[in-house]
């Protein structure tokens, strides 16, 4: 394995945990209601929390990124994950849970920007795709693992949520471990004047015109103020805003967080509403991988155009199925699965890419925070407010998922129309390409 390819992992487990952390309580949402006595709304804000601070960590994450690096704030991170996770399996009351799930949503805000933006940063602009995927990867992975260990533990009794929030510690400790063999972003180090250093860490990842680079980094900079919202900077803002939006529009985290429910509302009995996620997440690993192996071939606005067209068929399949309360709908499972599929192979795999590469040197960690900042806002709305949905009316299934499915027309006009590709440019080259001069 190439120098630049076990780094690039290592930094994408912040994905793993990312993952695991989200989609966790799932399988824990329905006990704690019913532990606590939670109204729909104070149960659709327990599981907004942990988004809740999500949007504050991916709002803040670009400052420390900028000013201490990309290296100590991923190690910071894994540390606000161990701590978390050790805190919402010991909670003994609903406020301590809560305040444990928003602490570690801060880590998953700060993981969003900061580990797809130290990847592209460090890796060739021949791999970069893939590399910036294999944080989303990991992702999926941390769902896929969540689920299945929701799973193994349902059947372990009153404090079965307690081993489902608490079992994050393992991989919480082994990221910890592996970010000290990580070196800090080369072009950060250009950028903090660092020069000898990233000279350095250039030659290791096996960077073949180490001062075109460093000349390239230097001037990108030059040409351009600190300051974010500027009037040349509105395209890469934009694109970034909407594609952000667009991902939770989909429905994707309500479906992941609320799975169990969701399969339950569909007529499945509990044991078989909380294995039915497992099959979700494996759909979901299987088909971001193959994204993994076809973005820079095929490039991101293609695999977004696909996504769209299928995921609007299995929204609108799911809505289908919903629209007679109280009677099984044994199908939800295989459009779900196809949605998934679609959503992996295109939104899932492009988002943390595409904005990592669409911002310039000089404001990327401002763009990146922006990007993560919308994505979370909008997670943290749906989230929040699809059991209140589901919850005040029996048609509330049905309404969610054409809602969605709507919002995926919508989405696939912006990618036809507007978005443009940047595979295999460098990330100064594709700078140049949004007219950023």
Known sequence: MSYPVRIALIAALGGFLFGFETAVISGAEAIIQQLWSLSPFWQGFTVAASLIGTVLGSLVAGMPAKKLGRKKVLMAIAVIYLFSSIGCATAGTWLLFVFFRFAGGVAVGVSSVVGPMYISEISPAHLRGRLAGSFQLNIVAGIFIAYLTNFL?????????????????????????????????????????????????????????????????????????????????????????????????????????????????????????????????????????????????????????????????????????????????????????????????????????????????????????????????????????????????????????VFYAVMMCLHLVFVWKFLPETKGRSLEDIQKELGIE
């Open 153 to 401: 533990f349902v059947g372990l009794g009153d404090n079965a949520w307690r081993y489902m929030m608490g079992i994050m510690v393992v991989p919480a400790g082994l990221f910890w471990l592996l970010l000290r063999s990580i070196p800090e972003s080369p072009r950060w180090l250009v950028l903090n004047g660092r020069e000898a250093e990233a000279i350095t860490v250039m030659n290791r990842l096996q960077e073949t015109n180490v001062q075109g680079v460093i000349t390239a980094i230097r001037e990108s900079v030059k040409q351009h103020q600190e300051s974010l919202f500027q009037k040349r900077y509105a395209r890469p803002i934009i694109y970034a805003v909407l594609l952000a939006m667009f991902n939770q529009l989909a429905g994707i985290n309500a479906i992941l967080y609320y799975a169990p429910r969701i399969f339950e509302m569909a007529g499945f009995d509990k044991a078989h509403a909380y294995l039915q996620p497992v099959y979700i997440g494996a759909a979901n690993l299987l088909f971001t991988l193959l994204a993994m192996s076809v973005i820079d071939r095929f490039g991101r606005k293609t695999l977004l155009i696909i996504g769209s067209i299928g995921m609007i068929v299995f929204l609108a399949l799911t809505a289908y199925a919903f629209r007679n309360p109280g009677q099984e709908s044994k199908e939800v499972l295989i459009y779900l699965i196809g949605f998934i599929a679609f959503f992996a192979f295109s939104q899932g795999a492009v988002i943390w890419v595409f904005i990592s590469e669409i911002f310039p040197n000089a404001v990327r960690s401002q763009g990146g925070s922006l990007g993560s900042f919308t994505h979370w806002i909008m997670d943290a709305i749906i989230s929040w407010t699809f059991p209140i949905i589901v919850g005040s009316s029996v048609l509330g299934g049905y309404y969610s998922f």
